[in-house]
């Protein structure tokens, strides 16, 4: 498929530079991936959506939702060139000796040997770092002291994406973040995640909606644009991630009791999608008896501990975990929006998928949805 036919118009001003007035009182359309049947609710109505028959399982057992807790670390700092220029950089991934690889504004002026000088508030220096190597995009940093999440939060910013056209500020530091993160370690957030609020996640609970975990730090898998001609052609950085047999069994048991899985966010779908141990259907699903499929699905297992992910999901892929996936409004030509296509289609041809994502988007701009990190959710099934 060619990248283009990802591309969308978007009013600037339905872009959301700020988050909602409260989290959690943002607008849920939802979508019918096999009807196409799109309505539009609010996301304080989730517990009573997923309470109705159709999320269900023929025994009458609520789905399980599977949230990726990551946490959001203040990841980007600005430097001082020799010439006196800004330079900012946005920290990705801490490896040995004091040396971070990172992503940097204009990467090709910054070479090798680059030294930049790093102050607070009060023009006080507060560190220094070289340019040691460098890869694609990417520049490799080795500063003059330990950066650790402890020096980031104190003098980091939040790395809030390229589209919010503001500095962060201090809301920032608690709305571009999940109420359950827990693991530090992520470049931006699941945002998906950020609707939820403790109230929400308690009258899920209350409804009998139970909640599982997987942890994905965010990197530049998720966001980098996709910049080849045709999709297949596009390559997705690698990504950790982190499942605990706690988590896994919970998962595991909900499956073979074939209740629905509902994916908070592309990342806790990647992940889900990424730990399932695919030699179990190794035969092609289409010479499977029915009650092959069956036997096989009833007995999946997730891979535990530490990976790493690079999978790319794009319309032909065949879902086999999740059932419905609970998602915000995604960027023209990304990969998170051939994902959400590749779902949407998943259970009729590719090209449907597609076609339904791009009308609903229409139809969201039509009726002034928000878009994208602060914006408003959708929930496909």
């Not at 999440?149 to 589209?163: I, R, T």
């Not at 999946?300 to 065949?318: A, D, M, N």
């Not at 009729?348 to 339904?356: I, K, N, T, Y």
Request: glycine share 6%; aromatic share 10%.
């Amino acid at each position: 498929m060619k990248t283009s036919e990802f591309y969308f118009d978007l009013p600037e001003r339905l872009i959301a530079q700020e988050p909602s007035a409260q989290r959690g009182q943002s607008r849920l359309m939802t979508l019918d991936r096999v009807s196409g049947e799109r309505l539009h609710k609010t996301v304080l109505q989730l517990p009573d959506i997923l309470c109705e028959k159709r999320f269900l399982s023929p025994g009458g057992e609520k789905p399980l939702l599977v949230f990726n807790d990551t946490k959001v670390r203040k990841a980007r700092l600005t430097g001082v060139s020799h010439n006196g220029a800004n330079v900012e950089f946005l920290l990705l991934e801490r490896s040995v000796n004091n040396e971070w690889k990172a992503l940097v504004q204009r990467s090709k002026r910054r070479k090798k040997g680059s030294r930049y000088v790093f102050f607070d508030n009060d023009k006080k220096e507060i560190a220094s770092a070289v340019i040691a190597g460098e890869e694609g995009e990417f520049r490799y940093l080795q500063f003059d002291r330990l950066i650790d999440d402890e020096f980031l939060d104190q003098y980091g910013s939040v790395p809030l994406p390229p589209y919010i056209k503001r500095k962060d500020n201090l809301s920032d530091a608690e709305r571009y973040q999940t109420v359950y993160a827990q693991q530090t370690g992520s470049a931006a957030a699941p945002t998906a995640g950020l609707h939820f609020t403790q109230d929400l996640l308690d009258s899920l609970f209350e409804k009998g909606i139970e909640r599982a975990f997987v942890t994905l730090h965010v990197g530049l898998g998720t966001f980098l644009p996709v910049r080849s001609e045709n999709i297949e052609d596009h390559v997705m950085h690698e990504e950790k991630f982190f499942i605990t047999e706690e988590n896994a069994l919970l998962i595991e048991k909900a499956i073979a009791q074939k209740r629905k899985i509902i994916a908070v966010g592309t990342t806790s779908l990647r992940t889900l999608e990424s730990a399932f141990l695919r030699e179990q259907l190794a035969v092609n699903r289409e010479q499977r008896t029915k009650n092959d499929e069956e036997s096989a699905m009833n007995n999946v297992h997730l891979k535990r501990g530490e990976q790493s992910t690079s999978i790319f999901i794009y319309p032909g892929y065949t879902f086999m975990v999740v059932d419905a996936l609970f998602t915000n409004f995604h960027t023209p030509l990304s990969t998170l929006l051939m994902l959400v296509s590749a779902f949407a289609g998943s259970s009729c041809e590719v090209s449907r998928g597609r076609d339904l994502i791009m009308e609903s988007y229409e139809e969201a701009v039509r009726c002034e949805y928000r878009f994208f990190s602060y914006g408003d959710a959708m929930l496909i099934y």
